[in-house]
C-alpha cells in the first residue's frame, strides 16, 4: 500500500474526488451536500488567502480520505492553534490507517506554524473514529452549542 498525503489546493484536478469524499463526508452527518456548498468550500480551498485548507489521502493513486483544517485564534493562551473541520475516510478504506495519517500530517503542519494544540469535534454516537480520537488526544470537557441566526445573505 502506498499512501500519499497532498495538498488539495495544489492537485486541483483531483476535485471529482474530492468532491465524493466531501459528499460522503456530508452524507454520514446527514446534512446532504448542494452543489453550491461545495462550490463554496472548493473555492475556499483554492484561494491561498482563505484560511480553510485541505489534504487528501491517496492510497496507490486513489483519493480515499481527506481533511479540512484552518488556522483558529486560542484567545485564552494568546496563541493560534489549529481546527480540523472535516475528518473523513472512504468506508472501504477504514482500519488501514488513513485518519491516522490524515490527523499526524495536521499535526506536522500544525507544529511547522508553531500552533501547540489541534481541535476538532465528531459526534457523540460516532464510535469508531472516537476509538481512534482517543488514542490521539485527550477528550475535551465543553460541550458545543450552534446559534442560528438564520439564512446567510
Not at 500552533?115 to 476538532?120: D, E, G, L, P, S
Amino acid at each position: 500500500m502506498s499512501l500519499e498525503i497532498l495538498d488539495i489546493a495544489a492537485s486541483p484536478e483531483l476535485k471529482p474526488a474530492w468532491r465524493v469524499l466531501f459528499d460522503g463526508y456530508s452524507t454520514f452527518y446527514k446534512r446532504p451536500l448542494t452543489d453550491a456548498v461545495a462550490e463554496r468550500v472548493w473555492a475556499w480551498l483554492m484561494d491561498p488567502a482563505h484560511e480553510v485548507e485541505g489534504r487528501l489521502a491517496l492510497v496507490d493513486g486513489a483519493a480515499v480520505g481527506l481533511a479540512h483544517f484552518r488556522r483558529q485564534p486560542r484567545l485564552g493562551f494568546g496563541e493560534d492553534m489549529g481546527y480540523l473541520d472535516d475528518l473523513f475516510v472512504s468506508p472501504n478504506a477504514r482500519s488501514c490507517g488513513i485518519g491516522r495519517a490524515l490527523i499526524e500530517h495536521v499535526r506536522e503542519e500544525g507544529r511547522a506554524r508553531g500552533w501547540r494544540t489541534i481541535r476538532w469535534t465528531t459526534a457523540d454516537d460516532n464510535y469508531r473514529a472516537r476509538a481512534l480520537y482517543d488514542q490521539l488526544a485527550v477528550k475535551a470537557t465543553f460541550n458545543i452549542y450552534d446559534l442560528t441566526i438564520g439564512d446567510a445573505a
